[in-house]
């Protein structure tokens, strides 16, 4: 295999334990899904429209992924199973996942003003699966965005990202170091179809974590009074 195939293959197996050789790594639709990619937002670059579409149709009905020509991809993307859209003006950094079911959708579809209406991912981001990104906003260097996650705002670098609207959730430090398959939060074990009472444990542990700041800043500004009081006294 061409060096290039090989370690586009060797990024997916470093996120995905499955697949047991390369071999079957090139049977992965998401793969195909980047390989048409390719050859249709050449043609398009060429403004050879048809043939661009005709390209991105043969694929969605191969693999099921929707990536218009005109997307932007960088290297080592990594549609784990498929059912996702790419919109016309995306733009995709390098070594970001997206998950099943993701859209990347634009904006005002009625005025056909054109222009950036999509999102842009960058590097290391992990879009978790059912998850809508919409808009032209972006998602920052290794942010996570979790399963049924709606993002219509930028997303900062490092965040992760849960409910609807999406907001950011408190995680350690640790699990922004590592890779976070379908973008959750909390826990490694995650189940996406109990995703709701994931964001509660996780909304939960924020709520804790800021009612401990809160007593924290309470029993500093009663020693703050404490200590002036006797200096009162004794003036």
């Not at 996780?202 to 200096?231: F, H, M, N, Q, W």
Request: net charge positive; hydrophobic share 40%; with cysteine.
């Amino acid at each position: 295999m061409p060096g290039r195939l090989v370690a586009y293959l060797d990024s997916i197996k470093a996120r995905d334990p499955a697949p047991r050789s390369r071999w079957e790594i090139l049977l992965y639709p998401g793969v195909w899904s980047v390989f048409y990619h390719k050859i249709a937002h050449r043609l398009f670059r060429q403004r050879m429209f048809f043939l661009a579409r005709a390209v991105n149709h043969w694929s969605r009905f191969t693999t099921g992924n929707d990536i218009h020509p005109g997307a932007v991809i960088g290297r080592n993307l990594f549609i784990d199973h498929g059912w996702s859209v790419i919109g016309e003006t995306a733009v995709i950094g390098d070594d970001v996942t997206i998950y099943q079911h993701v859209t990347l959708g634009g904006t005002n579809p009625v005025d056909g003003v054109g222009g950036k209406r999509h999102p842009t991912l960058l590097a290391g981001s992990v879009i978790g699966s059912g998850a809508q990104v919409l808009g032209p906003v972006t998602v920052g260097e290794g942010a996570k965005v979790g399963a049924n996650a709606v993002v219509t705002r930028d997303v900062p670098a490092g965040a992760t990202m849960v409910g609807i609207p999406a907001k950011p959730t408190l995680v350690d430090a640790a699990e922004t170091q590592r890779f976070v398959p379908y973008g959750t939060p909390c826990g490694e074990q995650f189940d996406p179809a109990s995703q709701k009472l994931e964001i509660m444990r996780c909304e939960i542990e924020r709520l804790s974590k800021r009612i401990e700041e809160l007593i924290r800043e309470r029993d500093d500004a009663r020693g703050k009074l404490t200590r002036v009081a006797p200096d009162r006294e004794s003036a």
